[in-house]
């Protein structure tokens, strides 16, 4: 199979567009001044709240004109952001604010995405497991187990599509999926700066590798062993009230066997990738007002090239065993592209601490003595990356706890214990708290789970996920 017929024609026309804004607007910005947050009002905050509010109630109340039109209303809200920044402020300033949203955080998380979804989808597990509360149980074990080592994204991609056909036949089955997105997407990631965004910020900012896995350890197998029990649980009660639907839709015929080999060897190319940018300085480029720095964007490349390989290389019979879609991720990609946009000004607010719109909230983290509130970090941060992307949120506490990793990992280790448990765990609490909650939730979707919406989600993590956190707060940051 050639390169030219696997690439989707909007991946090509993405990567263009991208390389086209770069060398149009970059002249412009060589000047720019960084967006002053503590000058912002209330109304910055709108739009990301429109999208916040568009993705919660659309499903629901519209569900065919939100499946039509999401990019249309995630440009909506973006533009809304994009217009003022223009018309408000200087040219410079506006292209520095949308080249730091896009070109650092944006263009690498998305590519980041696709690499490990495409990769992902060539690996294939044939053969059929049956759902049943034993198998469930070690599916989602293994799966929170590769989280820290292939990152949330790359196990999700690779255990989702098992998991749901081993349970394709059950008369319930959405619960399964959402402690899948609880333990593989989120807290599984826990344990390496390879496992979740915000860890790997950390990792790049000078934080050791191991130091999550040394401080992170206890926590992550409290609540991975409390919710596999809990579900084990859940799941046998429902197993023997409903039992199984017949005929099933993916009936045994083979023994189980793993294919897409060339595609595990992919996985190992992305994360060495990772690792090489985080290890080595090669200097900066100036683009849209920011600098860039050459190795992320070589490890961008990376990410291009290794979606590129696995396209070639992946037999199409593993893509059709695993009901390979772009779907998932071109909703990824048009949503997160808005919530990136629109996101701006609160992090700007944000970054203002005492000066800007949410003192009130920065003022929480420090108690009575000045000293930091460890539960307070805890609470804020994952609060936060529930609802705002957790990678930049996690940065907006490390810098607020002072931004020294060196202080952060010795004197400060509780604090920053608390900041990163509270932006990865807290990522499940909505699916837009963490990128593959989404994918996970589109890709139930679409094998005909029914999953519930945003709300309904959000009361299962609430019901399942605060009393541990409350738990987690008295034993270990008090």
Same mark, same amino acid.
């Given at each position: 199979?050639?390169?030219?017929?696997? =690439?989707?024609?909007?991946?090509?026309?993405?990567?263009?567009?991208? %390389?086209?804004?770069?060398?149009?607007?970059?002249?412009?910005?060589?000047?720019?001044?960084?967006?002053?947050?503590?000058?912002?009002?209330? #109304?910055?905050?709108?739009?990301?709240?429109?999208? /916040?509010?568009?993705?919660?109630?659309?499903?629901?109340?519209?569900?065919?004109?939100?499946?039509?039109?999401?990019?249309?209303?995630?440009?909506?809200?973006?533009?809304?952001?994009?217009?003022?920044?223009?018309?408000?402020?200087?040219?410079?300033?506006?292209?520095?604010?949308?080249?730091?949203?896009?070109?650092?955080? &944006?263009?690498?998380?998305?590519?980041?995405?696709?690499?490990?979804?495409? $990769?992902?989808?060539?690996?294939?597990?044939? *053969?059929?497991?049956? *759902?049943?509360?034993?198998?469930?149980?070690?599916?989602?074990?293994?799966?929170?187990?590769?989280?820290?080592?292939?990152?949330?994204?790359?196990?999700?991609?690779? !255990?989702?599509?098992?998991?749901?056909?081993?349970?394709?036949?059950?008369?319930?089955?959405?619960?399964?999926?959402?402690?899948?997105?609880?333990?593989?997407?989120?807290?599984?990631?826990?344990?390496?700066? %390879?496992?979740?965004?915000? /860890?790997?910020?950390?990792?790049?900012? *000078?934080?050791?590798?191991?130091?999550?896995?040394?401080?992170?350890?206890?926590?992550?197998?409290?609540?991975?062993? $409390?919710?596999?029990?809990?579900?084990?649980?859940?799941?046998?009660?429902? &197993?023997?009230?409903?039992?199984?639907?017949?005929?099933? #839709?993916?009936?045994?015929?083979?023994?189980?066997? /793993?294919?897409?080999?060339?595609?595990?060897?992919?996985?190992?190319?992305?994360?060495?990738?990772?690792?090489?940018?985080?290890?080595?300085?090669?200097?900066?480029?100036?683009?849209?007002?920011?600098?860039?720095?050459?190795?992320?964007?070589?490890?961008?490349?990376?990410?291009?090239?290794?979606?590129?390989?696995?396209?070639? $290389?992946?037999?199409?019979?593993?893509?059709?065993?695993?009901?390979?879609?772009?779907?998932?991720?071109?909703?990824?990609?048009? /949503?997160?592209?808005?919530?990136?946009?629109?996101?701006?000004?609160?992090?700007?607010?944000?970054?203002?601490?005492?000066?800007?719109?949410?003192?009130?909230?920065?003022?929480?983290?420090?108690?009575?003595?000045?000293?930091?509130?460890? #539960?307070?970090?805890?609470?804020? =941060?994952?609060?936060?990356?529930?609802?705002?992307?957790?990678?930049?949120?996690?940065?907006?506490?490390?810098?607020?706890?002072? *931004?020294?990793?060196?202080?952060? !990992?010795?004197?400060?280790?509780? =604090?920053?214990?608390?900041?990163?448990?509270?932006?990865?765990?807290?990522?499940?609490?909505?699916?837009?708290?963490?990128?593959?909650?989404?994918?996970?939730?589109?890709?139930?979707?679409?094998?005909r789970v029914r999953m519930p919406g945003f709300f309904g989600y959000m009361l299962w993590s609430c019901t399942i996920l605060l009393p541990l956190f409350v738990i987690l707060t008295f034993v270990f940051?008090?």
């Amino acid at each position: 199979m050639s390169i030219h017929a696997a =690439t989707p024609l909007h991946i090509k026309r993405a990567l263009l567009s991208v %390389l086209s804004l770069i060398m149009i607007l970059s002249p412009q910005a060589a000047h720019a001044a960084e967006l002053d947050g503590a000058g912002l009002a209330f #109304p910055w905050a709108l739009p990301f709240l429109g999208i /916040l509010l568009s993705i919660a109630l659309f499903p629901l109340l519209a569900h065919h004109f939100w499946e039509r039109h999401q990019g249309k209303i995630a440009a909506f809200w973006a533009a809304l952001i994009i217009i003022p920044l223009f018309a408000l402020h200087d040219a410079g300033t506006a292209v520095a604010a949308l080249g730091h949203a896009m070109i650092l955080e &944006y263009i690498p998380f998305i590519l980041l995405l696709l690499a490990l979804y495409t $990769v992902a989808g060539g690996i294939v597990l044939r *053969g059929n497991l049956h *759902g049943s509360p034993a198998v469930n149980t070690g599916l989602l074990a293994t799966g929170t187990a590769l989280a820290s080592f292939t990152g949330t994204t790359g196990a999700a991609m690779v !255990m989702i599509r098992p998991l749901l056909r081993a349970n394709d036949d059950r008369k319930r089955n959405a619960h399964v999926v959402i402690f899948f997105i609880f333990l593989v997407a989120n807290i599984g990631g826990s344990l390496t700066p %390879l496992g979740d965004p915000p /860890l790997f910020l950390g990792f790049l900012r *000078g934080v050791d590798f191991f130091w999550t896995t040394e401080h992170l350890l206890s926590e992550t197998l409290f609540l991975s062993a $409390v919710l596999l029990g809990l579900f084990f649980v859940l799941d046998t009660v429902i &197993y023997r009230r409903d039992g199984h639907s017949k005929p099933d #839709p993916t009936p045994d015929r083979l023994p189980l066997k /793993l294919s897409g080999r060339l595609n595990i060897v992919l996985l190992g190319v992305i994360i060495g990738a990772i690792l090489l940018s985080a290890s080595t300085e090669l200097g900066t480029v100036h683009i849209l007002g920011v600098d860039a720095e050459i190795e992320n964007i070589l490890r961008d490349l990376v990410m291009v090239a290794v979606t590129l390989v696995s396209l070639a $290389v992946t037999p199409k019979g593993d893509r059709h065993a695993n009901t390979f879609s772009w779907d998932p991720i071109k909703e990824v990609a048009k /949503l997160f592209a808005g919530i990136f946009i629109t996101i701006i000004p609160v992090l700007a607010m944000l970054k203002a601490g005492g000066a800007g719109l949410f003192a009130p909230i920065v003022a929480l983290v420090t108690d009575a003595s000045g000293d930091a509130s460890n #539960p307070a970090y805890f609470w804020l =941060t994952g609060g936060l990356s529930a609802f705002l992307d957790n990678a930049p949120t996690y940065l907006v506490f490390f810098e607020l706890a002072g *931004g020294n990793p060196q202080i952060l !990992m010795n004197e400060g280790a509780m =604090t920053l214990t608390a900041i990163s448990a509270g932006a990865v765990f807290m990522g499940a609490l909505t699916y837009i708290g963490n990128a593959p909650n989404f994918m996970i939730y589109s890709m139930a979707r679409r094998a005909r789970v029914r999953m519930p919406g945003f709300f309904g989600y959000m009361l299962w993590s609430c019901t399942i996920l605060l009393p541990l956190f409350v738990i987690l707060t008295f034993v270990f940051y008090m």
